[in-house]
């Protein structure tokens, strides 16, 4: 069973820094592209940034210059540097993967359960 487990949350102060984990569990073969959400109080779901296998990145225009997405192939693994994090980055993160191989074949849009992110003022 392939499971998507999100790491690093927790609260900051405004201007501070945190990184996100996102790994990728399982009898899981190959890993596409991933990236991460986030969803605020009251507020939809929303795409902050993504990675694809080959390292091509793509941001959200509030987090450029303040985000920085990476991943390890070799660990399964996705990162979220956060920096200069704002009261509006308060929110749950989600890790999702756009599609792995398995075994058994191939898996779309896997979900990790989220961390919270809270930064204060």
């Known amino acids: 069973q392939v499971h998507v487990v999100e790491s690093g949350g927790g609260q900051v102060q405004a201007g501070g820094s945190r990184r996100l984990s996102c790994v990728v569990s399982g009898a899981v073969f190959t890993v596409g592209d991933m990236g991460w959400y986030r969803q605020a109080p009251g507020k939809q779901r929303a795409l902050v940034a993504t990675i694809s296998s080959d390292g091509d990145t793509f941001y959200e225009d509030s987090v450029k210059g303040r985000f920085t997405i990476s991943r390890d192939n070799d660990k399964k693994t996705v990162y979220l540097q956060m920096s200069s994090l704002k009261p509006e980055d308060t929110a749950v993160y989600y890790c999702?993967?756009?599609?792995?191989?398995?075994?058994?074949?191939?898996?779309?849009?896997?979900w990790g359960q989220g961390t919270q992110v809270t930064v204060s003022s």
């Open positions: 999702n993967v756009d599609h792995l191989t398995t075994g058994r074949g191939l898996q779309f849009n896997i």
